[in-house]
């Protein structure tokens, strides 16, 4: 099943340059690049069904309205948990290893050069894989159970869509959204182990996670504030030509996959951007 899966997710995946989010600045041409993305469709259509199964199951009732306020309730907690173990999960035991391989290394990457639109949505195999499990429980429990899983597939999407927002150019007007991108800006910037909320700052301020700037140090990690154009702008030591390793890891043998010992070295070639040939705005 789970070979099936991804030789299906591959075909949807249709590979890049995809160019970077910095090259919009306008909520449309926003909206134009998310959809005209192979990735963030896979995702749109995943919650769409989940939506029609819900309706399937009849009216809501308050039973619904108890599920969907304690998924809103638990979102930012969520995103801060998964954040913080998973995407930067150290491949220091075979738990955290397995993590890594999962969905570390490949955030890695997003940090690495965090406006390409390569490495920032969530992967067709990890959208129809996650949509599977949302499905079974939408159709086996009961519909408050199918009301909890649309709602976790649409806090996945106010996840997706937020995070390119902030990593594009527009420009937000809204005081909650301007704290977000700047929070998530200081996660890349400053250290990432602070400012880990993407959609809401609430759990950083509960756990204490959004400090001021100037509390927490900069950061080994952190990478310039600018596209990088060659592996050596790159927080990492080049290792093989057109390659660089990722911030405090090892080379891996081979390029693009990640070791036991650390993750990937980059395969982006020396010299290259992966921008689109125009901007759209």
């Known amino acids: 099943m789970f070979a099936w899966l991804t030789s299906f997710s591959s075909r949807l995946d249709r590979p890049g340059p995809h160019g970077h989010a910095s090259d919009v600045s306008t909520l449309p041409a926003a909206a134009r690049r998310f959809l005209s993305h ?9 919650v769409g069904g989940l939506a029609a199964l819900r309706a399937a199951r009849g009216r809501p009732t308050w039973r619904d309205a108890r599920a969907a306020g304690l998924c809103l309730l638990a979102q930012p907690f969520v995103e801060h ?17 397995a993590c890594y391989r999962y969905q570390g290394w490949g955030h890695a990457q997003h940090h690495a050069d965090p406006t390409n639109l390569d490495t920032m949505f969530m992967t067709p195999t990890d959208v129809l894989g996650g ?17 909890t899983a649309l709602c976790v597939g649409l806090g996945t999407l106010a996840y997706d869509w937020s995070h390119f927002l902030i990593h594009s150019a527009y420009q937000p007007r809204s005081g909650l959204f301007r704290q977000v991108k700047r929070n998530h800006r200081l ?25 001021d700037r100037d509390a927490v140090p900069v950061s080994p990690r952190a990478v310039p504030r600018r596209r990088p154009t060659s592996p050596s702008d790159l927080p990492g030591t080049s290792v093989l030509p057109g390659t660089s390793v990722l911030p405090g890891t090892v080379a ?3 390029p693009g996959r990640p070791t036991d010992a650390g993750p990937v070295a980059s395969t982006t070639p020396a010299g290259a951007t992966g921008a689109c040939p125009a901007k759209d705005n």
């Open 252 to 254: 891996s043998s081979e």
């Open 38 to 46: 192979p990735r963030p469709p896979v995702l749109l259509a995943t």
């Open 187 to 211: 996660h890349h910037f400053r250290n990432e182990r602070y400012w880990l909320g993407v959609t809401s700052p609430v759990a950083d301020i509960l756990l204490r996670t959004s400090p």
């Open 131 to 147: 949509g599977m499990v949302a499905a079974t429980v939408a159709l086996a429990g009961s519909p408050a159970a199918a009301t």
């Open 81 to 97: 948990a998964v954040h913080r173990w998973m995407l930067h999960s150290e491949p220091t035991t075979p738990l955290t290893r």
